[in-house]
Each structure stands twice: as structure tokens, then as C-alpha cells.
């Protein structure tokens, strides 16, 4: 059987650490140098020949350039004679440019995946925003979720009163999934003009009254959609003990600081990407993806 | 400049003829014989070296078949020298395998879109099932939308207390369309399991209680989704009025005729597939498409 | 070394089953529902991540249908996961169209193999009937024929004074080896004008008076050239006990009930296709590809 | 309209030259020089930047070289800018290696077909070999015959008593083409096992007793399957007027000199391949390919 | 004829504006915003089916949000059916990268390349660090250079002591072209271990001494080349009025500042990238590529 | 793990062989037929189905042919259904042509590459013209360099007062490395237009005086630089004691005849190319690189 070798990228060291421990292994060698302008040099410092090697990388921000990196790790390895090249990559960058919702937009998502699938044999990806992606490479993505995880997390402090709430319909069924595995209802809100005219209601469905939601999503990034949510929830007399959930934490633009104005009582986010320092208030949960990349990368790797 | 050439599989002959005369021109001379032994064979009886060359097909059921004599055609024009085909598919079928629901599926609209990818240079489609499917193209699809030909035909017979009506949360981007055009108010029904429990409960958000629905869907298939939607809305006391709309007419398995059963005063869909030898009742109306791809067809040659 | 998983598609799930069987295995779980609109779903119900798999199908009437589920599974072993995916094609459809006879023809058979090879890793045929269509494909087809298995049977019932005849010009090759293998004389039929003018005579080459013909030709379809030359036999004043023998009975057109107003004794054929359901005349004597197929697949594996 | 630009290899510099002047052009300033090692470098001397650019070169002995210079004339096109090039190849070497009649053979026809797609959009071919080489392409071949030229020739002396013989079963196709441009009868020669043993009996089907054959095929090489029928047409009584056509003389080892041996009054063929320094005897009369190959260039160019 | 649209990326606006003046034209309306969360939104906001687009986008720092920026810019344009497609890059970022120096590095320089590939149809580069760089694409490179221009503005203030330099081996074919295009002697820098021991020397090839030196390269990044090759011309006792000449002037690192210390006279270079913010000394000149890259557009298009 | 099986073609039995037995084995049983037209046909006359396979072949002249040869040599063994196909090229014909040096020119380094891509999962080269010839390739390229097999040969006769000199700038590098290795001074020659004159003068830097140069260069052709080289070190007042080295050996053109006008008392070589039937003088050794590429082979097999 061929060798499993796990590299990172400068992304999420402490993730890739965090899943080669978990493997039983340490990270292989190699090195990412910048030079003054602004270009980067990768090398793989070991032999990697006729390897089964996995990159780990998300292609958070700055998103342009740990997608180069990325792909130049791959041109790396691949030149290196690696057997098999998976990329794995837990948050992935321009997933919501899926489509053109205008004339003369791109489909960056699929720019993207066209040059995965030029160095890559497979993908291992983690709550895609949208499923459809999977169908933009013509190499196997294992598309794996952290739901199943943070419904766990969110086990050991449920109170009897809570409601699994979606902020817009893009995340209904995600919070099916969480009301399923948890036993709670579910609620969601969403924008639409009942009216036909140009204004629109923000309705929340289901019944939330006097209830502590839980907000769930696929992502949190400047907060600003959880915010609204919350204070149209609070406006409908939820309980002030509000919870937020999301796959991927990205807490751009001061969205924690922004948050703690609410009565947020937990954040909880995965490590897909690297955690924010977090402030004192609201408190921010991290669960680790380790197992879950860990045991998919053992899966694609034994058989 | 090229000469625009344009060819009809056996779909829908009737459509690509309209195309043709509204270009001012008449369908190009090809065969397509069926063998005995169920296979076909594809002959273009016309010199078409440097044409500009479009064919016509729906790929509606049967659908392999339609699709594969689409290829075939594809495949004669290109030997025969055209200077650029386009697929001029009103109809896509397998639109709704977009993605893997489940493990082990395949992503059927991929493999439809890969396989056009090596002969075509372009497509034109009409209000695919989901927009992402252009992504799986790396050729342009100029993505057009009936929507507005059937709203307008919508306007002649408008009632004061209609209220556009979508039957699930899929539609709801295209409700929200029609009501924009029409000036009327949205409502929305769809299924969800509010209590945490499995029992779904239907429901229907917006105000339809004497209100005539108009309801709306990308497709009408076996009429089912559009059944429990009216049985839905009748319950909630909308006025026994209804009309539905929906760009592909496909009404198999006795679809109109189990509709006729409710007080469905209109259908109203285009000819992207051939109209159905309707009933008595309800009253279906069909709009043609050939003026938007002629149209289309016109902007695409030109350039 | 990889497992080794084999699917059937719909065409041939008694040949599917009985290679599976010979191999000392079962089919793998996969299914292939049929929705009203006449699209299928394929879905792979178990793991095979990493595994070699084989999928089952030729591509007999109806042709088209059972190409795409071909191809969709190909897809869904794909992202599933399979580490190498073989097509067995028993029979292969649109073979006869190889070449453009005519300007403006498509070559059928190339369109065939390009969409195969977006999916597969190799091909396993049987008596193509153009030996010339594995250089269409650029994966490895392993091109396998059943003559030595329908001579081997042939061997038990064998006159003295029979004699293997070719219908036309493109038999003569596969006729010579069966005349080779049995140690029969040849013969054949063919049309040809040797007088310059329009009208073609049908000829036959070789000793046939008072001998029992083995027609032999690659496959039976409606049984037309079968027939013309069964005539011209008995007009040569062949002996009335013909045998009639071709790698692919297709039968269609009521071929078997035509064939039985001549003094056909005996027709082999393989099970590359569903067997028809037969007459009691003439007697249809149906020759397992079971061993020929499983003993391709076993030496693939092990390789 | 793209300017018009022909270049030529080095493998028949008269025939370029004549096509360029039948289509009033000269040919274009490129220069191939060879070096010391057997490597040679090509240089396009003008600027075709948006031309529609015309390489031809037939790809005779030396096959290999020739081949290799056509390759690099298009890549340095290509990569001057010509908007399309297209590959004239009067003659296709390793046109007969377009199947594996053995296991571990290459199919070579297939390899070189797809080199020339990697850099050409299109080809224009005559007389290949087999027809469903057209098929290894995915560009479009323009494929010309030179039968009805060589047949007007022919008429020019006819006799009352002639008869168009193929020397193979491989040939009765062309000789059937012969045969109905001129009005003659056809016969033919092939080699077969009538008795089942290993030994071949040379048989002439049709009557050329006392008449006086035109010997067809597609090409003549060393001429040994021409003398092989020759011998047997005499034994059978033919009258000694022989006449010899092929679309190809490549001539090699000596064969005009060998068939000089024999009494052929005449051997016609095309100047696809550079004309032989041809004997005093047979007479060896060159039909030129340049109204038909520039006739063909003119159609593409225009479309 | 297509129409001729400009667009520009946001890395080099002004000399893109300039192109466009200079063709007559204004560059085509297109946006691209950046989201909080570090992503690009791309928009052409006009018709362009049918056009003959060209992006100008130098890949300078920051080089990966550049190149992705010019890859969605171009996946909208296709999309948006542009008939041509061509990549201006005015300077190449990873051109550099064109070889692996040592086991385990990446050929970024064909990594980027390979993507341009998938999109353009041509690419515009300028003076390329490695011209071994066109032979990464498979579509034609315009391959440009710049000395012609910088030579030109050198001689209105051209000593009659002056000399050019090559500041290490890579550089000299380039000092080359100056001092043949100026009509002066040529000297260079390069470090090499004569003595066979580890230390390096740093050696001037050529008379350097009471001479002007003009150290010419193909860019300047930190100024580090330059500057030990300044230190080492001063030791040779070269006269203290250096000119220093590049095509591509990053100038990262506080350059400029440091090589004030010197007495360098002038710095010219080119546009290619935005000119930094010049000190007051030394005096920094531009010469603009807008003339350049307008005629090698224009030729492009009316071709 | 899969069988090794190494097949050699025309270009270097003698190597091929040794390399064979180096690992333990013999070489695989193929045939190179050649036809009276010139026309080859490759047969592998073994079951490979499954193996992991090496092609042993430089292109040295009839570079053409050679490279034609491995090209059917692969498409037979990927049809035959080798698992992993590895050309193993010591020598690489037109690695010269690495980039256009003049508009018009092709890239010829790439189409080889391009070809040898479409049939080859890996390439093993030895001391490649240009190292950026590597990233011509998207598969991986073994580098190997036969530079310290030969300096390890020089070490046996080694003087005290020798220098390692390079006949051009490009081989400085190459020139250092055997410095390195054998702790000797280096010198160069190269030619210069120091006075901007067009006349070139010939230099020679580093001390040469009474020293016997080694004169290194990656191959020697017909040996012009190399007389050049020696005539200039001659004038310089070198010792008349002069050793060749070169990876490739081609000597064209009586190479070694005429250099047996100098006091070249020896040249070294490898047998990446067949040796020449060297005259008595100079002495010709050859070191074989057998083993470098046994281990090589070893190496990627293993892994």
C-alpha cells in the first residue's frame, strides 16, 4: 500500500497538525517561502515517490493566494512522482458564486474547480454552500458535514425551550437537520414581498415565541445576516438567550464585536478555518473537524 | 459572414419549424431513419461547410433517444465542415439531477452537459431547473426565460384578487418574478417539519383565502406537486379559481387529466416540448416559444 | 489488492448475473428507478470507494436508454469513489456505423466511445463488428470473441458434408475461422454487378450442391441477409439442413417466425443480448458469454 | 475574409507548387532546414497572422520525418497567429495500421491522427486506405477521391474487351467504382481456403478470359499483390494488355522495374507521393491531384 | 469584423485607459467588487456577443488576487460569448519559476499558464523572463519586448563614455540588444568560483573603468542585483553616473530608497506595472507600453 | 505489486539490455518490423496486461523515426493494457529547440512533449538541454544527470594542474558542477561584441596558462564548439594535454576524425546514444549509464 503523507499549506497549520496527530503521523516536509514580491516558492523537502498525498488547505482569505499555494503544492507533488493527489479543503473559497444571478458575471466557483482538477485526483470538502458544486469537478469529492458534530456540541447545554431557527431559505434544510438530530422545532426566516410591492417583510415562520433559538447557517462571515435575523426574532419575543451555529466561522469585519451587542449567549463554530481571537463576550465555541478529516482521509487511503 | 443554418431532431419539429419561418428562412434538409433494430441514422442532405448551424431538440421523453440523435446531428455537422454549432435545447432533460442527494448517486445533468460539451460551441436553454447547471458547461449557454412571454399572456385574463403562488420552496424565485411583473402578492407553499417530529405539515404562507391562485413552477411533470398544492389552497379557502402556469408542459401520466378534477380554469405553459393532446377541461393554453429563440438564435448569428 | 464489484444495468441482468455467479460473487447493490417523465436514477446502495469495478450493459434496443444508463453509472461509481471502472459491453450498438458512406453521415460509433472514455478506464467487447472501432477508443478495449465457444458447440452435432458459408464479403473473415476451427469447407455469398450494369447478382463462391450451409455472420437482426442468402443456397441446391450461426442475436422484426418457413435446423447464438423469447422452430440454441466474460474479468483484476 | 496562405513540406514540393498556382497564389516563404544531427528546424519567413493557413504534405517515405515536419510547420503557425490550418495529406502513411490484427500491435493510424489533432483543424485526405480512419478524427476530414480522374483518363483508351479486376477482396469496392464510371464488367482475385486446409487457392471470380484487365487499387507498393494477380489473370487467359491504376505509386524496391517483366501496357496513378524516375518500360502515365486538392481548398476557404 | 473591446483588471488601470485611448476606444464597463470576506465579484456590464475581448491585467503584486481576478474577468467574458479571447500581461508574475532548481519544487510559471490556457484563446507578454515561457501555453504568445523603446529614450542623454552592463550571465543577451540598438560597449557582472573553493567572486567581464556604466536587466525587484553589481562597478573604478534600465520596475522593498544611496543618475523602466511613488532621487522615468501594446492589439484584431 | 516489464526499442539495444540486466531481468519480447515503404509495425509479443512498464529509447538520429517508434511502441502497450507506461529517453532529440528564437519558428521541444504526454504517465531523461524543458510535461519528469558518473571517471587520471572549462556561457553551470566534484579551478569561453562592434570576439575567462583543460559541455554534435573552444585555449598557451566530457555523444560528421587533429588525449562520453566506432585517436571512453537508470526504474517501480 502506498505511503500516506500529509502536507499543509499556510492557511490552517494547526488543523493539518491536529489531523496528522490524529492519523498517527506528523506533517511532511515542506516549506512555503515568500519572497519580497510577493511571490511564493513551495518545496517539498522529502521523497514523496509513489506517496498517497493529501494537502490540507482552505481557501480562506487572503482566498487568492492559499488557492495558489494550494496548486502549487500540487504541481509540487505531482512532479514529485506522488501516486495520488487528494486536495483537502474544509472551507472552500467562492462557493457562493455558483451561478450567474446576473448577465456577465462568472461562475468563480467553477473557475476554481477547473484548476483543481488539472493537479488533484479527488477533494474532501466540508459543507459546501451549495451541493450542486460537487457536479463542477469530474474527479470524486467526498463531501463530508459537521453537522452531526455540533449537534452533539449543542447536546450538553439544550434547555427544554429552544427552537432550531434557519435565517433565510438557503438554510432550511440545514435546520431540519439540526432539529432532526436534536428533537427541537424548527423555525426560519425570510425576506419576501408578499405584497408585490418593492418592500420587503422580513417574516419569521414557525413559532418562536418566548423560545431561545437556536441560528443556524452554513457560514458566518461579517455576521450581518445572523444580525438581522436575531433582531426580528427578538422583535417577535424570542428568549434572550440566543445561540449561533455555523460550519465555517469566517468573523470578518469585526462580526464577533458586532455581535456581542445581542444577547448571544454561544457562537459555535468549527476550525475549517483558523478561529478568531475571540473577545470576552459572546463566547465562542471551536470544534475540531480533526476526526472527521481524519477518518475520511483513512477511508480514501486504505481502500 | 456565415451562413445561419438550422436543423430539427424529431422532438419537436413543429417548434423548429415556427423558429425557422420567424428567421425568415426554412429548416436545413437532414434525415433521421430508424432501423429495425431501434438505431438511428443521421444524414444531412446539404452542404453546410462554414455554416453557422443550430439544432433544434428538447430532450424530453424519450429522452436518451432525443438525446442521442441530438449528438449524432452534432456530430454530422461538425465532419460536414459547420463553423459553429449550438444546441438550441428549449427543454433539459435531467435538469433536476443537479446534484447527489445521496451517496451513490450520479450527477446526471453533468454527464448530459459533458457529452455536449464535445460537440457543441454553444447552448441555448430555456429556464433551466437550476441555474447552476450553466456551470457545468465551459461553453457559453445563453440561459433565456419564458417567464415574461407567459406573464404577459397571464395579463389579458387578470382578476383583481389573484395571488401568485408558488408550490414549494424551489419556485419561490420564480413566484416572486411573476408577481413583480404582474403587480400581484406572493404566497408559498411548502412542506416542513416544524414540530421536530416526522410528520410533515404543509404549509401555505402569504394570504390566499379568497384569493384566486395562480401557481407557478418551472415544470408541470405527473401534476402531482401541483395537486397538493390546489387540495392545499382549497383547504386554506381560496376562491375555486385557479390557474397554472409553468414553462415546461410535460403532463405525463394522465397529468391533465387528474388535474381536471379541480377547478383549474387555465394551463398555461410554452412548446419547449409538443403540447399534449389536452382534454376538454381544464383548458390548456400553450405560448409559443419561437419568437425568444428566434430571437436568440438572431442576437448569436449577428455577432 | 482492490475488491472487485460488479453492476449490472438493465439490459442483461440474467448475463450480469450469471458472470457475478461464475466469478464466485453477487452483483453489486445498485438501483435504477424510472421516474413518469422517463428519466432514470442510479444509485450505487454500497461502499466501493477504492474498489475495480465492472458494469454489465450492452447496448441493445433500446439502444439509447441503455447507453445513458451506462453512462450514469459510470458517473455515480465514479464520485463514488471506484478506483477503476471497466465497461463490459457484450454488445455493442451503433458498431455498424464506423464510417461515413455518405456525405453528411455522423460516425455513430465514435460518438459512442468518446462519452465512454470520459468515464471508463477500459472497454471489454465482444465480436465488434468492425474490428476498426477499438481505435476509436484511447483506454484499452479488450476485444474478445465468441467464435471458438459457438465452434465448440457446433462440434456435437456436426455432418460430413457441411459446409460454413460468409452472407456477404464482410463475413468471409469470421467464416474462415470457423471453417478453420472445424475443418469445414467455406463459401460464400455476395453481390456484385460484373456486367457493368445496375442490376446485382447474388453470387456464391464454393462447393454448396448437396452440402448442409453453417451461415455464420457476426449478428442476426431482422434476419434479411440470412434469409437472401438461405435462398440463394437452395437455389445452388444446397441441402435443406441449414445451421445459422452469429456472435449477437438480435431477432428483431419477428425474425425467428420469418426464418422458420426455411429449413433452418438449428440457430446459435450467444447471450450477449436477451434471449428471445423462441419458437418452437427454429430450434434457438443460446451460448453462455458467462465464462468468456468472467475469465476477461478475473484476468483484468488480477493484473 | 482570412487570407489565404499555403505552405508546403518537403515531401512533394511540385505538387504544393502546382496546387498554389491552379489556386493563383505562389506558394508561401517557409524554410526547413536540416542540421548535422538529423534534427531540422522550420521557420514560417512571413507574417500569417490571421491567415487560413494550407500545409501539405504527404506523409510518404521517409514516413517519419515527413510526419515530424508537418507537425512542427503547424506549431509554428500556430503559434504565429494563422486562424486555422489545415493539414493537406494526399497520402496518409500507416493508413493500414487502422486495427490490431494481432494482439500487442499499436493501432498507428490512430496515434497519428491524434498528433495532427493536437495541432490542426482539419484534414484533407484522399483515397485512405480505409474509410473509418475518418473516425479516428474529431476534426473534420475532407475526404476526396481520385477514382473519377483516374477513370476519365482511362477512357481516353479504352478497349471493347477490358475488364476492371481487383487484386483483393479488399479492393472489389473500388473496382465497383471503376467499373461503373467506364461501364465495364468487374472481376476479382482474392485468396481463400475453400477446403478447409491450410493451403490458399488464388481465385478470379468473373470472366477475363480473352479480355484484356484494368488491375484497380488503392495504392501500389512494392507491386507484389499487382504481379501475384497478374500471374493469375494470364493463367486464367487473360488477354496481355495489361493495365495497372492506383490513386497512390509509392513504387518501392524496385517495382516498376519487376512489373516490367509483365506484359502491362500502362499504370496509371496520381502524383500524391513525388512520381517515380519511371523505366522505359511499363509506361507510367501521372494524373495530377492539383485541380482537385485546389478545388477543395477553394470551397473551404470560401465557407 | 468582431467588434474590439478592452477591459481592465484593477491592477494596472492606467496604462489600460491608455491602451484604450490609444486605440481610439474607451475600455468596456465591467466591476469587480470586493466582498468583506476577501472574495471578488466580477461584472461586464455590456453587450459583448460576439466580441473580440482583450483583458489587460499585469500578474504583479498582489500577484494571486490578480491572476484570479483576470481568470473570472475572463470566465465571464466567455460566458457572455465572446468570440475571442485575449490575456494582456503587460508583466508576467512567476516567470521566474520556469524550471525546477532543485527536487521537490513546482513550475508555477506553467501552473499559471495552464489555467490562462483553459480560458484565452492568445496571450500578450512583455520582455518574459525565460522565453522557454511561450512554449508553457498551447495558444499563441505575442511575445513583445521593450528594449527597442527603452533604447530609444537612453540616447537623448547618452554620454559618449558610457558602457551597458549585464548585471549576472542571464542578462547579458539582453545588454546584448542595448549596446547593438546604442552603438556602445557591453560589460558584465557575474560571480563565479574560479578557484574551485566555495568562495564567490564577483567579476566584471569587460573595461568598466572611467566608464559610465548603463546596468540594464529584464526587472527590478528589491534592487539587490543591482546594487552589488553598482558596488562592484564603483571598486572598478567605473564613473560614479550609473543609469540603471528594466522593462518591469516592482521596486518592492523600499528599493528605490536604498539605491539612492548610489550614484545613480537615472532609473528607466517601463509602465508594465503601476510606477511606484518616486523619491526624489534617483530621478525615475517611465516609458510608457501604451503605443506597444495598442499596435500589437490592433494588429491582433483587423487579423 | 505490479510486474516490471522493459521493452526497448531500435535506438540503443546494447543499453536497453544492459539496463535489463542490471535489474535482474531481460528485456520484453517485442518486434520492430520495417516495410518496403518504409513503414513500421510494433508488436509486443508478451501478456503485459496490468504491468508497470519502461520503454527504453533515445531519439538520437533518425530522430523522426526513433520518436515514432515509441510512440507505437506505447499505444501498444497501453492497448495491451500496461498499468503505468515510463519512457525512458537518455538522450532527448530537439531539446534545442526549447523556444522560438525568431518569429516563425516552432516550439519542437513541446511537440515531442505533447505527444509523448498523450500515450506516457512518466518520463525518465538524463541531463536535459534546457531544465525547462521539464515543465513542457504535465506528467512527471525524472531528471537524471550523468554528471558525477563521469567526473567520478575523471578522477582516475587526474593531473595536478588541470581546469574545467566551459565552451559557452551555457554550459557555466555544468562547468561548475564538475568543478565542484573535482576541486579544480573552472574557466570559460565564450564570445562577446565587448567593442559594440558586429565582430565577436572570442574570450577565455579564468586562468588557462600551461593548465590541461577538461572541456565540459552537455553534448558534443559534429564538435565544432568544441574545436573552437580548444583552438582559442591552444592560443592562450594551455597545456596540449585536452580531455573532452559530454552526457551526449553524437559525434556527427566525422566528429572525432576531425578532433584528432588536436592533442585531445581523451573523451569521455556516456552510452546514452550508441557509441561511435571511435578511431584510433582520440581515445573514446564511454561510461555507462546502466545503473543510473536501473536505480531510477528501481526506484519508481518500487514506489
Known sequence: MAKLTLFSGTANL??????????????????????????????????????????????????????????????????????????VIPYYGYARQDRRERQGEA??????????????????????????????????????????????????????????????????????????????????????????????????????????PIVVDDMISTGGTMISTIEELLKRGCSPRLTLVASHGLFVENALERLSAYPVERVLVTDSVPPPSAPASPSVQIISLKNLLAEAIRRLHVS
Do not use: W
Open 14 to 87: 494547526l488543523l493539518a497538525d491536529a489531523v496528522a496527530s490524529t492519523l498517527g503521523t506528523a506533517l511532511g516536509e515542506c516549506s512555503i517561502e515568500r519572497f519580497p514580491d510577493d511571490e511564493i516558492r513551495v518545496t517539498v523537502h522529502m521523497d514523496i515517490q509513489g506517496h498517497d498525498v493529501y494537502l490540507v488547505q482552505p481557501t480562506c482569505p487572503p482566498v487568492a493566494a492559499h488557492f495558489l499555494e494550494l496548486m502549487f503544492l500540487a504541481d509540487a507533488c505531482q512532479r514529485a512522482g506522488a501516486s495520488r493527489l487528494t486536495a
Open 107 to 212: 461562475v468563480a466557483a467553477r473557475v476554481i474547480a477547473d484548476a483543481l482538477c488539472t493537479r488533484f485526483n479527488r477533494v474532501i470538502a466540508v459543507d459546501l454552500h451549495s451541493p450542486a458544486i460537487e457536479g463542477f469537478f469530474d474527479i470524486p469529492v467526498v463531501h463530508l458535514s459537521a453537522v452531526p458534530l455540533l449537534a452533539d456540541s449543542l447536546r450538553s447545554f439544550l434547555f427544554s425551550d429552544q427552537v432550531v431557527t434557519a435565517p433565510d431559505l438557503g438554510a432550511v434544510k440545514v435546520a431540519q437537520k439540526y432539529a432532526d438530530l436534536l428533537g427541537l422545532p424548527v423555525a426560519y426566516a425570510h425576506k419576501v414581498r408578499l405584497s408585490g410591492r418593492k418592500t420587503e417583510v422580513h417574516q419569521i415562520i414557525g413559532d418562536v415565541r418566548a423560545r431561545s
